[in-house]
């Protein structure tokens, strides 16, 4: 099992929709997760943190779910900027100062107008 | 004001050349990092760094030289450049080591080995 895994998609959108992305992350001990946003040619950047409770920013909502060892993105309102390829990040924890932060393969996402 | 800057942003070179990339942060963070994205647009960690001195050493090649002078900066050099070298090589700083704090990345520098 991939230690974090997410559909490549590609999800293709209309204007105004609501799309829901979902990850699972092998590593039960993991601690630390964040969705992040990668334009095409361009470096990732961090989208949101995601933390236990749920948290919400905007149009953006992120959940995480341990039991099953998964996190989500949900983007309400989808707008033509939204388009771009998602990354799921957890932190593979195993105890000290070698845990990384480990980044699933990406879905993209394209927002028809 | 860019927080974390690499260059080169684009680097074409033959096979078998050397060449280093520099990076720099102005975010006083401790930790610094490489990232190889590859074709297939996966993001792999190859080195971290805290403060100057190696964390993680992800099994990359020893063609790979990582050099830290200071907690600001974090340059690879690589040596004997080969096809499978070609991808995009983001550096990365973060406040805290271990996975606990987002990365900041830089704008990455494309490689090509013809």
């Known amino acids: 099992r991939k230690e974090v895994e997410q559909d490549p998609g590609p999800f293709n959108v209309p204007e105004g929709a609501t799309v829901a992305f979902n990850c699972t992350y092998s590593?039960?001990?993991?601690?630390?997760f964040f969705w992040y946003r990668q334009d095409c040619r361009k470096e990732p950047k961090l989208l949101m943190s995601?933390?236990?409770s749920g948290n919400e920013d905007g149009r953006f909502t992120a959940q995480l779910n341990r039991a099953s060892q998964y996190i989500s993105l949900l983007i309400r309102d989808s707008k033509l900027s939204d388009s771009a390829t998602y990354l799921c990040?957890?932190?593979?924890?195993?105890?000290?100062?070698?845990?990384?932060?480990?980044f699933g393969t990406g879905t993209l996402l394209a927002v028809q107008p | 004001d860019t927080a974390v800057s690499q260059t080169p942003k684009y680097l074409v070179t033959q096979m078998g050349n050397d060449k280093s990339i520099k990076c720099e942060q102005n975010?006083?963070?401790?930790?610094m990092y490489w990232y190889k994205q590859d074709s297939k647009k996966f993001l792999k960690i190859m080195f971290s760094?805290?403060?100057?001195?190696?964390?993680i050493n992800e099994t990359v090649p020893n063609r790979f030289s990582p050099k830290s002078p200071d907690k600001a900066h974090l340059n690879l050099h690589i040596n004997s450049l080969e096809l499978g070298d070609s991808a995009v090589y983001f550096c990365?700083?973060?406040?805290?080591?271990?996975?606990?704090?987002?990365?900041?990345f830089g704008n990455g520098t494309r490689l090509t080995v013809t």
């Open positions: 995601v933390y236990s």
């Open positions: 990365a700083s973060s406040q805290e080591q271990g996975g606990s704090s987002p990365l900041h």
């Open positions: 590593n039960s001990a993991s601690q630390s």
């Open positions: 975010l006083g963070h401790d930790t």
């Open positions: 760094y805290n403060n100057k001195e190696l964390i």
């Open positions: 990040v957890v932190n593979q924890n195993y105890g000290g100062a070698t845990n990384k932060l480990i």
